[in-house]
């Protein structure tokens, strides 16, 4: 059984950092594409980050430059570091495989970004 569990959230200032953690059991994360999603109030999920089996890593536009996506193999754990945090990027966010899995949805972490 999939199971996929995000921490690291919280309430920052607009300019701050945070880290956001993934930890995963039942499914090698060396061996996934896995993506970070964020869904704000009131609007879709959207993806943000992908990093590949490979390693090679994908933004979206908008945290292009402030955040980075990375894996930990050896913890079976996938990070996003967020820097220059805005009040836009206030969101749950999520981890999932790429393409996601409905039944693979943790219940995400929340970031809070104070203007």
């Known amino acids: 059984q999939v199971q996929l569990v995000e921490s690291g959230g919280g309430l920052v200032q607009a300019g701050g950092s945070l880290r956001l953690s993934c930890a995963a059991s039942?499914?090698?994360?060396?061996?996934?594409?896995m993506g970070w999603y964020r869904q704000a109030p009131g609007k879709q999920r959207e993806l943000v980050a992908t990093?590949?089996?490979?390693?090679?890593?994908n933004y979206a536009d908008s945290v292009k430059g402030r955040f980075t996506i990375s894996r930990d193999n050896d913890r079976n754990t996938v990070h996003l570091q967020l820097n220059s945090l805005k009040p836009a990027d206030t969101a749950v966010y999520y981890c999932?495989?790429?393409?996601?899995?409905?039944?693979?949805w943790g219940k995400g972490t929340l970031v809070t970004v104070s203007s």
């Open positions: 999932n495989r790429i393409p996601y899995i409905m039944g693979y």
């Open positions: 039942g499914i090698p994360l060396s061996i996934t594409a």
């Open positions: 990093i590949s089996s490979g390693g090679s890593t």
